[in-house]
């Protein structure tokens, strides 16, 4: 079975308001996180990625968060913005042959945005 | 400077027929991965391909089930005697390399089947 779930299906947030995305993995030797974007009718789209070295990473408007404790990932989003309406995946790393990367993906949030 | 492509973007067949999903992905991307998309799921990993090397083929779920990668560049998918739980959207990544290198995805394949 998947090893990597998100807490809520679904989320709504006015606009402007900051948003949090939470996911929960069950693999301790996952050593890399990522989350995707995904619109209606597009593929994922990377946003940001963590190493398991690390317990927090920014981009833009976007922070990543990683609880290796209790083996939780987070995504929040500041200032939303109705572009920021899509489904939300993390995704969590599994070395494959040759040490590619072999995503397990959760099964994702639906962020809207209320303009 | 285009990204990765999928072909055909929409596919209907009946049950028990072949077919073929086609995927070109960014040029120079050495490693190319193939998921699959359930209705409100997330993505279940089906193979990858990383140059000359075999691939790993250790997702897909069964044996109607393979993939080709052709000159290192463009993949096909084929399912064979399709059924109608093979519905879902079929999506092709790249990347530039095979360790820690970003996936980008295509549009992805809606696979119908009747």
């Known amino acids: 079975g998947e090893s990597v779930g998100l807490h809520l299906p679904t989320l709504s947030v006015q606009e402007g308001d900051n948003s949090i995305i939470n996911c929960a993995y069950s693999?301790?030797?996952?050593?890399?996180f990522i989350w995707y974007k995904q619109e209606s009718g597009k593929g994922p789209q990377f946003i940001i990625d963590i190493r398991s070295n690390m317990d927090k990473r920014q981009g833009q408007r976007v922070t990543v968060l990683l609880n290796k404790t209790v083996k939780h990932l987070s995504l929040q989003i500041a200032a939303t913005q109705p572009g920021d309406s899509a489904v939300y995946f993390c995704a969590e790393n599994l070395r494959g042959l040759q040490g590619a990367q072999k995503l397990v993906f959760g099964q994702g949030t639906r962020l809207t945005i209320n303009p | 400077g285009a990204g990765v492509s999928q072909s055909p973007s929409n596919k209907v067949t009946e049950k028990g027929k072949d077919v073929e999903l086609r995927c070109d992905p960014i040029?120079?991307?050495?490693?190319l991965y193939w998921y699959r998309q359930s209705l409100g799921q997330g993505l279940e990993f089906l193979i990858y391909f990383q140059g000359n090397s075999a691939p790993d083929k250790s997702g897909l779920p069964s044996d109607r089930f393979s993939a080709e990668r052709t000159g290192g560049s463009v993949s096909t998918l084929t399912i064979q005697r399709t059924q109608q739980e093979d519905s879902a959207v079929y999506l092709c990544?790249?990347?530039?390399?095979?360790?820690?290198?970003?996936?980008?995805f295509g549009p992805g394949t809606r696979l119908t089947v009747l």
């Open positions: 990544a790249s990347s530039l390399r095979v360790a820690g290198g970003e996936q980008f």
């Open positions: 693999n301790s030797a996952s050593d890399y």
């Open positions: 040029s120079g991307h050495t490693a």
